[in-house]
């Protein structure tokens, strides 16, 4: 082989690890924040509670929920807890339009995250993992 064939060679392998290399990089670091962290939308912004100030927490285990009826002041602050493998998406009832009480309406939580929101509405309110709409429970806001 020839010197020019080795040097046309060692170029096309230097372009082809640069582009593989490219093309798994995240497109941004807003893309890899969202993959790394999961807060639903109710509480992305900077007035919403933050999980360690929790009245009341709910813990997802992949099979249901910890505490599948409970209740909170209105005004407290829930904090749900994706303690399994499993995606959760949590919502309020009914199954799937989510139309009961909107505050529960968290979405997804990956597996070990969580989300917070406080809820003020009044009242007894179900709630499910959309997912799997057998796993439920209920929320009082007194």
Same mark, same amino acid.
């Given at each position: 082989m020839t010197k020019g064939v080795k040097i046309l060679i060692a170029a096309i392998l230097v372009v082809v690890v640069a582009g &593989? &290399?490219?093309?798994?990089?995240?497109k941004n670091?807003?893309?890899?924040? $969202? &993959? %790394?962290?999961? /807060?639903?939308? %109710?509480? /992305?912004d900077a007035s919403s509670p933050t999980p360690s100030e929790a009245d009341v927490t709910i813990t997802y285990n992949g099979t249901g929920f910890s505490l599948s009826a409970t209740s909170v002041k209105s005004g407290g602050t829930v904090k749900v807890v994706n303690d399994s493998t499993k995606n959760l998406e949590f919502d309020s009832d009914p199954h799937p339009a989510h139309t009961n009480n909107s505050e529960l309406n968290a979405g997804a939580i990956l597996p070990g995250k969580s989300a917070a929101f406080t809820l003020e509405k009044k009242g $007894?309110?179900?709630?499910h993992n959309h997912l799997n709409a057998s796993q439920h429970g209920e929320l009082t806001v007194e």
């Open positions: &593989a &290399a490219i093309l798994l990089m995240p670091q807003s893309d890899q924040q $969202k &993959a %790394s962290t999961n /807060e639903s939308s %109710s509480s /992305e $007894k309110w179900g709630f």
